[in-house]
T-cell receptor, first 112, second 112 residues
């Protein structure tokens, strides 16, 4: 069966520090991969999506970046965190046929 | 105006009540998702619809493509149904491809 994992689950980082959130998918190949952010009291916002290795589309300009070094690995990074980067980050995957979407457990990021 | 609008934003009900959450969208879509987010942040997909109606247990989801509207119904509501319910639409080839656009969510609280 297909599973998705992301980590770390929670982290507290100082302003200006780097960030790396990792997401891996098991049990499927060539998934569409997504990073979403949910700020407190707000809806989900798509940050990045990827339809294949090395193919990243960015939805909003910001100090975050994403990479897909392997088919089932999606990484969200930042070189220097801002206070406004605090929020709940979710990784998700869907099949290329546009079927249902599966979310990771989420990562709570607090930038202090 | 958001591409996906949900109503109500907040909903409080007594156990056993019939609940309806509405979702309207303004873009062409290939599918619509109803998602459930629990207080811990985890999100699960409840339904994916492209037409008609789907039922799973006490949950019913309907969609009217012509009117660009979907509803999520919960029959015989229970306190464990308390969660945020999110509507998300998947664009078609002419709009946003395979990306999902999310509503702001509806916070449902069911009191015993």
């Amino acid at each position: 069966s297909q599973t998705i994992h992301q980590w770390p689950a929670t982290l507290v980082q100082p302003v200006g520090s780097p960030l790396s959130l990792e997401c891996t998918v098991e049990g499927t190949s060539n998934p569409n991969l997504y990073w979403y952010r949910q700020a407190a009291g707000r809806g989900l916002q798509l940050l990045f999506y990827s339809v294949g290795i090395g193919q990243i589309s960015s939805e909003v300009p910001q100090n975050l970046s994403a990479s897909r070094p392997q088919d089932r690995q999606f990484i969200l990074s930042s070189k220097k965190l801002l206070l406004s980067d605090s929020g709940f980050y979710l990784c998700a995957w869907s099949g290329t046929a546009g079927n249902t979407i599966y979310f990771g457990e989420g990562s709570w990021l607090t930038v202090v | 105006k958001n591409e996906v609008e949900q109503s109500p934003q907040n909903l409080t009900a007594q156990e056993g009540e019939f609940i309806t959450i509405n979702c309207s969208y303004s873009v062409g879509i290939s599918a619509l998702h109803w998602l459930q987010q629990h207080p811990g942040g985890g999100i699960v997909s409840l339904f994916m619809l492209s037409s008609g109606k789907k039922k799973h247990g006490r949950l019913i989801a309907t969609i009217n493509i012509q009117e660009k509207h979907s509803s999520l119904h919960i029959t015989a509501s229970h306190p464990r149904d308390s969660a945020v319910y999110i509507c998300a639409v998947r664009g078609n080839e002419e709009t946003s491809g395979s990306r999902l656009t999310f509503g702001e969510g509806t916070q449902l609280t069911v009191n015993p």
